[in-house]
């Protein structure tokens, strides 16, 4: 299954020059923990990210003022995007082994197309599970029926 029809296309972009202070509040009121940064605020291409422990770690935990710093200064700029083509398990194996847990999805033109995050994966996975776990369930009761 391609990722673009997974991913989760409910994705906040900001502009590099979007103060820390200013994409944190953001995340808050988004109820996100990562924003996808691209050169400006019109723009869907993304050259970075920014997640809730970025801010933590790089600006509170250093004492650093979150007003005089921007997102683009403190974003991973080796960003993981993957095309929305991808298999979904393909994606997966890629996070696995960069050790990377939000992947912004992308078009043949690097243009975005939703984000996929360990958290969305792993609720798929899950449901996955579930359902398979339902099918033995169901094999067993008819089974039983039989018998009786």
Avoid: Y
Wanted: negative net charge.
């Amino acid at each position: 299954m391609p990722v673009r029809d997974i991913c989760n296309r409910n994705v906040v972009v900001t502009g590099r020059d979007t103060t820390v202070s200013d994409g944190a509040t953001l995340m808050r009121n988004m109820h996100i923990g990562d924003l996808v940064v691209a050169e400006t605020d019109d723009d869907n291409r993304p050259i970075g990210l920014v997640t809730d422990r970025d801010i933590v770690v790089e600006v509170v935990a250093a004492g650093l003022d979150p007003t005089s710093l921007t997102v683009g200064d403190i974003m991973s700029d080796s960003i993981e995007s993957v095309r929305g083509d991808k298999d979904f398990w393909d994606a997966l194996d890629h996070m696995r082994q960069r050790g990377i847990r939000r992947q912004p999805i992308v078009d043949a033109q690097g243009d975005l197309e939703g984000i996929l995050t360990l958290d969305d994966a792993l609720g798929l996975v899950g449901e996955a599970i579930d359902s398979l776990s339902g099918l033995i369930r169901n094999e067993v009761e008819r089974e039983m029926s039989r018998l009786d």
